[in-house]
């Protein structure tokens, strides 16, 4: 699945891989083990953010995954039970080359990278998280989008057996969500596979999910395993459940409050109880990488 004869480690400065393995071995490289950390040879990426990562125990206790129950607790009690090895991911619609690819196979030809983003929540907290993933666009190139394609959409696990909020019908399963063509191909839309140097905690969306900051938090779905290329603008699991709250788009917008609450400011998770709130960012502090593909479009109505 290789573009050109050159592996990651092969364009990758030496020094940033070598220090950063340097760094894992200490850290407990056992953990890293398994098919979605494949490649140790990640380098930092210039699109991350320079702000302290929250500490592990903010990210993996603090969480929403709806499958494992509505509860900001429950997904680190719950997911648990889901079995993430094998993993595969059926990718179809309007590509060259259809099909339900191995985790592995997928991972054995995208770079790995650190990526420390904000992460802002439609419910108006946030977190800065070291994630570990590679872009989007890679796998889309991989698989070959066809030209009639404009908008991506993608589907959680449904395993009631596993995920023990599916059990009762408190969101239409399985959780979807959807991207733009353009959105999905920005280099800044990843999907991530770990976190903090080791694979990614089940309550975080194992093993794969997408992550793409400067919208809040619900666009980034957990646990992927379709992903599929449309001309249609796909369903979206908050947009189905209320649409006058959940747009298609869902940018982190400061200026348009959500019906029952502001989106003016953030607080920031783990910041103590005297930290106070802070300002939130037009599209999460990203603006400057993603205005322009917005640009003429009235984003009160297109929220
Ligand atoms: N993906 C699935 N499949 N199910 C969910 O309930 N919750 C979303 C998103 N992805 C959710 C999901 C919401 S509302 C948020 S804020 C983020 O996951 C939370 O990600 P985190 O727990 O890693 O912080």
Redesign the pocket.
């Known amino acids: 699945m290789k573009k050109t004869g050159l592996g990651w480690s092969d364009v990758t400065p030496k020094h940033l891989w070598l220090n950063r393995r340097a760094v894992m071995a200490g850290a407990g490289a056992a953990l890293l083990a398994g098919p979605a950390m494949a490649k140790l040879t990640y380098s930092p990426s210039r699109f991350s953010t320079t702000e302290a990562p929250n500490s592990l125990e903010d990210i993996t206790t603090y ?5 494992f129950g509505t509860g900001k607790e429950d ?1 680190a009690r719950n997911a648990g039970a889901l079995t993430t090895d094998p993993w595969s991911i059926t990718i179809d619609g309007m590509v060259e080359k259809p099909g339900t690819y191995d985790l592995a196979d997928i991972l054995k030809d995208q770079p790995l990278e650190e990526r420390i983003y904000r ?1 802002r ?2 419910e108006a907290w946030s ?1 800065i998280v070291p994630w570990i993933g590679f872009e989007l666009s890679g796998l889309l190139n991989r698989v070959g989008v066809q030209p009639s394609a404009k908008y991506v959409a993608f589907e ?1 696990l449904v395993r009631p057996e596993e995920m023990v909020g599916q059990q009762s019908p408190i969101l239409e399963w399985p ?1 979807r969500e959807g991207l733009r063509l353009d959105e999905a191909m920005h280099p800044l839309t990843i999907l991530a596979t770990g976190l903090y140097g080791e694979e990614m905690p089940k ?3 194992a093993p794969i999910r997408l992550v793409v900051p400067w919208k809040y ?2 666009k ?4 992927i395993v379709r992903i599929s290329l449309t001309d249609q603008q796909p369903q979206t699991t908050w947009n189905m459940l209320q649409p006058s709250e959940y747009g298609f788009y869902s940018n982190v917008n400061p200026n348009v409050d959500h019906p029952r609450w502001s989106q003016a400011s953030e607080r920031r998770i783990g910041a103590g109880l005297f930290a106070g709130r802070q300002d939130t960012l037009m599209f999460n502090g990203y603006e400057e990488e993603v205005a322009s593909l917005y640009a003429g479009m009235d984003l009160a109505v297109n929220y």
């Open positions: 969480n929403n995954f709806y499958e997904p992460f929540c439609v977190m959680t959780y309550q975080n969306g938090g619900f980034s779905i957990k646990s």
